[in-house]
């Protein structure tokens, strides 16, 4: 039974892993392609190279949220934690990229680990220890305050650049503004690509472990690389397929911002990502930030230039993304519980 429950983490896994790839693509890629700073062939091969070296790049981040995460408890009941997660997160990611909405993928599989461990709670057995913690502190704080934070510096930052631009020729500093996009949309990716691979990495090595398969190295260090490597391909092939419906949204329905603008709220998010996994070994999410410095730097052009109810129900699905695969995850492991 181990082994019949591995294999569908596994897969569900591997499905949750393309599908971030994809939704997350056209939150990389979307004010590249609508400023018409890279078409979109360019712009996604590009998403997907940086996506790759990141991923492979972030076995380090992966061993540190390892460790900073929970205690897995081993065997059976450890995996259909992780079963109802998955299900639960992969379910919503997909009803989310239907509907066209930019959400978090990690915030979707953290709390589909709080809501399966929940409902083990409810068979018996003791929650997951540093759950709680973890939830505080990887889910809550950083969906509260990274938006914010990102929406506050890109709204600012419009004001220097815009300055030391004002004797520019337009026509001049937009096309510098366009082909500076092409590094900004490399280093989102790249801060994607180590920040979400990292996340999935760490959880399956919860997985493997739970199964009690060798790791290959005492701390784990040669199967986390091999982790990061297949995440990574699952990753890129996701990314190549796209996710258009959350990039019209973004760079249509959203807000519509200049290659300025554009530049200037891809290098906020990147920059945001990069030291929160280099730097600080913090997850934060990719859509969350992009969706805020977009609109951070788009709102300088003034608030009625966004549309404020769209934006209230993207907000509202990023609160109810923990919530709703939480209660998900919960129904899938009280569904598998006779089996264990």
């Not at 997350?24 to 091969?45: H, Q």
């Not at 590009?46 to 972030?58: E, H, P, R, V």
């Not at 699905?317 to 569904?335: D, S």
Request: aromatic residues 8%; positive net charge.
């Amino acid at each position: 039974m181990t082994i019949v429950f591995l294999s569908l983490v596994l897969l569900l896994a591997a499905g949750f892993t393309v599908l971030n790839g994809l939704r997350d693509a056209a939150s990389t890629v979307a004010v590249a392609v609508r400023t018409r700073a890279l078409t979109p062939t360019i712009a996604i091969l590009l998403a997907a190279i940086f996506n790759f070296i990141g991923a492979a790049l972030s076995t380090g981040f992966a061993a540190s949220l390892r460790d900073q995460l929970f205690i897995m408890r081993p065997g059976v009941e450890g995996l259909a934690i992780l079963l109802g997660a998955f299900c639960a997160a992969l379910a919503w990611g997909l009803w989310q990229w239907r509907i066209g909405y930019p959400s978090s993928s990690t915030h979707a599989l953290i709390g589909g680990i709080a809501g399966a461990s929940g409902a083990a709670v409810l068979k018996g057995h003791p929650p997951l220890e540093g759950l709680m913690p973890m939830v505080l502190t990887l889910v809550v704080l950083p969906l509260l305050l990274s938006p914010v934070i990102a929406f506050v510096v890109a709204y600012l930052l419009v004001f220097p650049v815009a300055w030391l631009t004002r004797y520019a020729q337009h026509g001049s500093v937009q096309r510098k503004f366009r082909q500076a996009q092409a590094v900004t949309t490399s280093a989102l990716a790249l801060g994607h690509g180590l920040q979400d691979s990292a996340r999935i990495v760490a959880v399956l090595a919860f997985a493997l472990a739970a199964a009690e398969l060798p790791s290959g190295t005492e701390d784990g260090s040669q199967l986390m690389a091999w982790l990061a490597i297949g995440v990574g391909l699952l990753l890129t092939a996701g990314t190549l397929l796209g996710g258009w419906r959350i990039a019209y949204t973004l760079s249509s329905k959203l807000i519509r911002v200049d290659p300025m603008r554009g530049m200037v709220s891809q290098a906020v998010s990147s920059v945001i990502l990069l030291v929160g996994a280099i730097g600080m070994h913090l997850p934060l999410a990719t859509t969350q930030l992009s969706t805020a410095g977009i609109t951070g730097a788009g709102a300088h052009q003034g608030f009625a230039r966004i549309n404020l109810w769209l934006g209230g129900k993207i907000f509202g699905a990023w609160l109810l993304t923990p919530v709703a695969c939480g209660l998900g995850a919960a129904v899938v492991y009280l569904a598998v519980s006779p089996l264990l």
